[in-house]
């Protein structure tokens, strides 16, 4: 079956857009109708006049556009596209970190499940966490959840002190310092480009850090030709296509696994993409109480962006 056809018909016939992440695999990127980051993505979700979202990402992704978009139908290709960093971020427990620091400011990555979003002041992305914290009066004390490493990046960039919660992504934390200063010895003309989920022996080598719309623009926009890039390989696809004369060398992972490829992203396929428009299902669905309580610190999140 020629399914990039058959996703175009339903496209039409569903009144639906197709919003992919950067991670996804490239051909389902070339059937979206807008790739983007974790932030773009939401602002493309608030904003659609289409009657459906398809949501080529993870969960939590397709749970911030229908928290944004409570009467739209929502649709993931699989729901069981997790993440690492909101799967060991569970609400119980997060309550219990919360209770233990009293009048903390609770500053929580996208990463994260509608419940812990629930119990949070204001949501961050990787490409708006420093302007965000920015914002909080000197005096308030912070807590940052669920990434340690994107918090670390953030106090440095700030000068914030903030309690941290212990989490981190299966994929940015297994990127080898080792491998990447070899890759460097090697490509002396080349630039470290790095997403703030790596650990920061890993960012102290690179010579741009953002989130990876940021590393995308900073490759169109810089001089150089070739660059190293540290995080998840799905990105170098449009990289390529952007830049089709520049060099792009993924950094490995330790041990040279295949672990600079997130198994949750690639749960989606083009098969699955293609049936859940067909059926209308996976959908995603949210309690109200549960979608209400998450609603005003995203809406926080999108106001501080802007
Ligand atoms: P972005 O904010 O760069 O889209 O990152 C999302 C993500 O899941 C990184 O691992
Ligand atoms: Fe989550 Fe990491 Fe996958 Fe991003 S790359 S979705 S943070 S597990």
Known sequence: ??????IQKLKKQLNAVILAHYYQESEIQDVADFVGDSL??????????ADVIVFCGVHFMAETAKILNPTKLVLL??????????D?????????????????????????????????????????????????????????APDQHLGRYVMKQTGRDMVLWPGSCIVHETFSEKAIVQLKVEHPDAL?????????PVLAHADYIGSTKQLLEFTQTSERQKFIVVTEAGILHQMELKSPHKKFIPAPATDGCACNVCPFMRLNTLEKLYLCMRDKKPALELDPALREAATQPLKLMMEWSR
């Open 192 to 200: 470290v480009i790095a997403h703030p989920e790596c650990e920061a």
């Open 40 to 49: 773009a993505l939401a602002q493309q979700a608030e904003k659609t006049t």
């Open 88 to 144: 060991r971020c569970p609400p119980g427990p997060f309550k219990v970190f919360k209770d233990q620091h009293p009048g903390h400011f609770v500053v929580t990555y996208v990463n994260s499940s509608a419940a812990v979003k629930a119990l949070s002041d204001v949501i961050v992305t990787s490409s708006n966490a420093v302007k965000i914290v920015s914002k909080i009066p000197k005096d308030k004390p912070i807590i940052f």
């Open 1 to 6: 079956m020629d399914f990039e056809a058959e």
């Open 77 to 86: 290709p699989d729901l069981a596209a997790g993440c690492s960093l909101s």
